[in-house]
């Protein structure tokens, strides 16, 4: 069975509007000028989407809420911290569905203030509908959701629980079919892609990507991430898992091991959330180069990293590189002080 075959037996609701697009970043190799060393970039738009405020999540939500509908669930409960893109995206994707929606946000950031706890994502969560639970420190979200959904099931309703950034092994689910989508749209466009590069968070995008690319027979190392909430090594250990669990879901061999996975820690810093001048660099260029905005925690790090490789020429002369732009933007507005008054840095 081909992997467009396995995918189409599972439920699935649609949240796209068809292919994110692939753009050349031609202003981002002229600025970098010769360190560039004749690499290509490439974005892949998938902060390009219109609902919710776009992001790699409505990919996860597809499947995840597939399935929950599947099962006759009318009430979602979703899990990150206080400016979570999940929660974002399942408070909209929930909406456009009519189903209702509870967020169980948690203190996963040492930041406080009106910045952080009432801009960003967490405005667009309460103008989506959405039923907030903010946790205090301490508070295990996972466990606060599951409580909350044996509540519901008691009243008579069904609730159905997405936890850890929608990274399940039906959420990654979403980025296997992301898989065949770059897979034709290289060809359409004839590019090879040398590498794909993204962050990885809780696993999920880069574990989907991953058995995607095995299932289809493509060289799974061309997946890149930087890592931007756990140590490389436990996010090595957590996309494996992952991307074989996601294997058996859809009828292949689970036969990845780490050899087959890349993962840099490069631009972690001092843990997820956190800002760097790298990041704070990365995100300024993008936007004052291209226009393009990245988010400070997940987009900002990697970005950062891939020109890191550039300079570093971890990649071909001429390679073709494609960058996953995974959105997540309104987090922006919750880091605004990282970047007022930052000093600006420009390659050229």
């Known amino acids: 069975m081909s992997l467009s075959q396995a995918l189409s037996l599972l439920p699935r609701r649609d949240l796209l509007e068809g292919p994110t697009p692939i753009q050349r970043l031609h202003r981002i190799e002229d600025a970098l000028g010769s360190s560039s060393h004749g690499v290509r970039l490439y974005a892949k738009r998938d902060d390009l989407m219109s609902l919710g405020g776009g992001g790699n999540k409505l990919r996860k939500l597809e499947f995840l809420l597939g399935d929950a509908t599947a099962a006759g669930a009318d009430t979602i409960i979703a899990t990150g911290g206080r400016q979570s893109n999940f929660a974002r995206l399942a408070a909209a994707a929930t909406a456009r569905l009519g189903l209702a929606c509870e967020l169980v946000l948690s203190r996963m950031v040492s930041r406080g203030g009106d910045e952080y706890d009432r801009n960003g994502n967490i405005l667009l969560d309460d103008l989506f509908g959405a039923r907030i639970h903010d946790l205090p420190a301490g508070v295990g979200s996972t466990e606060f959701a599951e409580e909350r959904a044996e509540a519901l099931r008691r009243a008579g309703r069904i609730a159905y629980v997405a936890t850890l950034g929608g990274s399940s092994t039906v959420g990654s689910l979403g980025y296997a079919a992301c898989a065949l989508e770059i897979q034709a749209q290289s060809k359409d466009l004839e590019v090879d892609f040398g590498a794909v590069v993204l962050p990885n968070g809780s696993s999920g995008t880069q574990a989907g990507l991953?058995?995607?690319?095995?299932?289809?027979?493509?060289?799974?190392?061309?997946?890149?991430?930087?890592?931007?909430?756990?140590?490389?090594?436990?996010?090595?250990?957590?996309?494996?898992?992952?991307?074989?669990?996601?294997?058996?879901?859809?009828?292949?061999?689970?036969?990845?091991?780490?050899?087959?996975?890349?993962?840099?820690?490069?631009?972690?810093?001092?843990?997820?959330?956190?800002?760097?001048?790298a990041m704070v660099e990365a995100v300024r260029l993008m936007a004052s180069r291209e226009g393009l905005l990245l988010d400070p925690v997940y987009g900002g790090k990697a970005f950062a990293g891939l020109l890191a490789d550039v300079s570093a020429r971890r990649f071909k002369a001429g390679d073709n590189v494609l960058f996953i732009m995974t959105g997540g933007s309104p987090g922006l507005y919750a880091y605004a002080s990282d970047f007022l008054g930052a000093d600006r840095k420009d390659p050229s």
Do not use: I
């Not at 996010?235 to 494996?240: C, K, L, Y």
């Open 210 to 277: 991953v058995a995607g690319y095995r299932a289809l027979g493509l060289d799974t190392t061309r997946v890149r991430s930087h890592a931007v909430l756990a140590p490389a090594t436990s996010a090595v250990a957590a996309t494996v898992e992952k991307a074989n669990a996601a294997l058996m879901l859809l009828g292949f061999e689970p036969s990845l091991t780490s050899n087959d996975v890349k993962v840099s820690g490069d631009q972690l810093g001092a843990g997820y959330g956190v800002s760097t001048p």
